[in-house]
Nanobody, 120 residues
Framework: QVQLQESGPGLVKPSQTLSLTCTVS??????????WSWIRQPPGKGLEWMGV???????YYSPSLKSRTSISRDTPKNQFSLQLSSVTPEDTAVYYC????????????WGQGTQVTVSS
């Protein structure tokens, strides 16, 4: 029932900010006991959790990315967004927005993913 759809530019220049939006249907991003995460997968590598915005709008980030990562939400549009600043080619990846249960952590609905390439 819950569907997530990523959107945003597929190509970003180095040093710029990567911005993606996730549109959620079939459920509210304010529903209790769910978080809304961004996860990425660089080519040839595993999944990397980036951060989450919880049902109360609190945010939590991977320590390795928190200095340049921001997750926000727009509740009237039922959307949440990702901003990753100062990107390099190492940020090239497929980016997913994902719903997760909170305690225990369980990822139950995923967007289809969107390819973002960082290149000049």
């Amino acid at each position: 029932q819950v569907q997530l759809q990523e959107s945003g530019p597929g190509l970003v220049k180095p040093s710029q900010t990567l911005s993606l939006t996730c549109t959620v249907s079939g459920g509210s991003i304010t529903t209790s006991y769910y978080g809304w995460s961004w996860i990425r997968q660089p080519p040839g590598k595993g999944l990397e959790w980036m951060g989450v915005i919880a049902d109360d709008a609190n945010t939590y980030y991977s320590p390795s990315l928190k200095s340049r990562t921001s997750i926000s939400r727009d509740t009237p549009k039922n959307q949440f967004s990702l901003q990753l600043s100062s990107v390099t080619p190492e940020d090239t990846a497929v980016y997913y927005c994902v719903r997760n249960n909170i305690v225990p952590i369980r990822y139950d609905y995923w967007g289809q993913g969107t390819q973002v390439t960082v290149s000049s």
